[in-house]
């Protein structure tokens, strides 16, 4: 009985360590089967018409090109290779590109997550850790150029955290990381940002007599990752583009994505916070305090900003892992290196794989989902030939990738607070003359918004304005100096 198990113990160990595998193959079909869920933000269309854009003109842009209230302002596109790549592959396969592509940059986040979690955690544990992470990044899973990112973003903190696990400083083969974030999203700065508690977290746990040398060592690393940071064709101005969003104050809580966390509901976030604390508060978990600091930085801007929830979700285990290691147990044995059989494996699957997506996107069809943007509407607005529309905040991106310049769009850091609070107070009417100044300001010749908003229904009552085209997603009007809605009431004077 005894040689019978430890014999099959001896076949399986060449499968052993595997996980990240498996993981990367279900999430990379899981989107593939649910690709359309990548194509639901219509920002991804005017990524990929900026992406084409660059590549018909073999430059990057420097200003605005696309509205014309900013048109020839200084822009810059921080995530320009990401568009690049999102537009070539919309160029050779259609849709089906940017849906395989995200997906391939999503398999390859949670692989590697995996893939650093069970050095240290047992596979269960892992899975534990990663199906969270899962649940809580998937709302903001979508073909854009923070999922190209997100594997970057991994694998450079997650090298770091190696480091500073073994008392030790990172490889500088890490830094090329660095350089390619740079140029694909502009969250590279939270990177750089990084570097600091880390490093300091290595140093201090190292030997006394060893902290000097280590100190210097990473702080010869975080020069060479600024450096490698500026190696982008907007050189520093990268960096101070990137500084430039986060300093937009009043405007970040009003964008969907900036708001802070909503608890108004139980949703994943909470559950996993929930259990989190409860596992610690059952455990009698401890981390060292520049750990505790990390994670609760990670956690006070997961609060803070509902997009920074796939940051916590994805670098607070890469945080944990070693301290959790000690107190409730670590990876089940060690590794096989068995590269022959491995490498069988890994064909086998890529091939499978390949298979499958080739199968899939031929018999499947995607397509951005247009159920919400204004899709008739602007047809019918390209129609009347007009240049200058005040529209809807949301509705810009589908405007720039059908070659109508918006009034705004979601390059929040080209029109600035001011324009982008202007803007949404007028649009939703919590400063009513503020539309009135705007749409005389910028001699707006037609606007187009949400059917249901409050600026849309006040247009229905003005004179001068005429609508041309409602549904149930949005509502043209026209300037038109004979339109009458109203009447001049009557006012009986003996009436108190």
């Not at 590279?188 to 570097?195: A, E, P, S, Y």
């Not at 964008?255 to 916070?273: H, Q």
């Amino acid at each position: 009985m005894t040689l019978s198990v430890a014999h099959a113990t001896e076949e399986a160990s060449p499968l052993r360590g595997l996980l990240p595998l498996w993981v990367g193959a279900f999430v990379y079909a899981l989107f593939i089967v649910a690709g359309n869920r990548l194509l639901i933000d219509p920002d991804t269309m005017w990524q990929v018409t900026v992406g084409q854009w660059i590549l018909d003109h073999r430059m990057v842009p420097e200003t605005d090109v696309y509205s014309f209230t900013m048109r020839g302002q200084p822009w810059i596109s921080t995530q320009w290779l990401a568009q690049v790549a999102y537009a070539k592959a919309c160029a050779v396969a259609g849709w089906s590109g940017p849906v395989v592509l995200a997906a391939t940059a999503i398999a390859a986040t949670f692989a590697l997550l995996t893939r650093f979690l069970s050095r240290r955690l047992s596979d269960s544990t892992t899975l534990v850790f990663v199906a969270a992470a899962l649940a809580l990044t998937v709302p903001h899973l979508l073909a854009r150029p923070h999922v190209l990112a997100l594997p970057l973003m991994v694998a450079w903190v997650g090298g770091m955290i190696a480091a500073a696990d073994r008392r030790g400083a990172p490889s500088f083969w890490l830094l090329p990381v660095m350089a390619l974030w740079a140029n694909l999203h502009g969250g590279f700065v939270f990177g750089l940002v990084l570097i600091a508690p880390i490093a300091l977290d290595a140093v201090l746990s190292a030997d006394v007599k060893a902290r000097k040398a280590l100190a210097l060592r990473w702080a010869a690393f975080a020069l060479g990752a600024l450096g490698l940071s500026c190696c982008t064709p907007y050189g520093w101005n990268s960096l101070l583009a990137s500084l430039k969003i986060l300093s937009l104050g009043g405007a970040l809580p009003l964008i969907m994505e900036w708001k802070p966390a909503d608890f108004g509901s139980v949703g994943a976030f909470e559950i996993c916070l929930l259990l989190g604390i409860g596992l610690a508060l059952l455990r009698g978990l401890k981390l060292p305090p520049l750990r505790i600091v990390l994670l609760l930085g990670l956690l006070h801007m997961a609060l803070a900003q509902g997009r920074a929830a796939e940051i916590l979700a994805l670098l607070a285990p890469l945080v944990l892992a070693a301290p959790l290691a000690k107190q409730i147990g670590g990876a089940e044995g060690s590794h096989s290196n068995a590269a022959p059989m491995r490498g069988v494996l890994l064909a086998g699957i890529a091939v499978l794989l390949v298979a499958g997506t080739l199968a899939f996107t031929s018999m499947h069809r995607y397509e951005p989902h247009t159920r919400g943007s204004p899709v008739a509407a602007v047809a019918a607005l390209k129609k009347l030939d007009l240049a200058r529309v005040f529209n809807d905040y949301d509705f810009g991106g589908y405007l720039i990738a059908n070659g109508v310049a918006p009034f705004i769009d979601g390059r929040t850091e080209l029109y600035g607070e001011k324009f982008f609070v202007d803007h949404n107070a007028a649009s939703g009417l919590m400063e009513p003359e503020n539309l009135f100044r705007l749409l005389e300001e910028y001699r707006i010749e037609a606007t187009l918004m949400r059917t249901q908003s409050a600026a849309t229904k006040l247009l229905d009552h003005i004179d001068g304005w005429q609508k041309v085209y409602a549904d149930d997603i949005a509502t043209v009007h026209v300037r038109k100096p004979g339109a009458v809605h109203t009447a001049e009431p009557a006012v009986d004077p003996k009436r108190k």
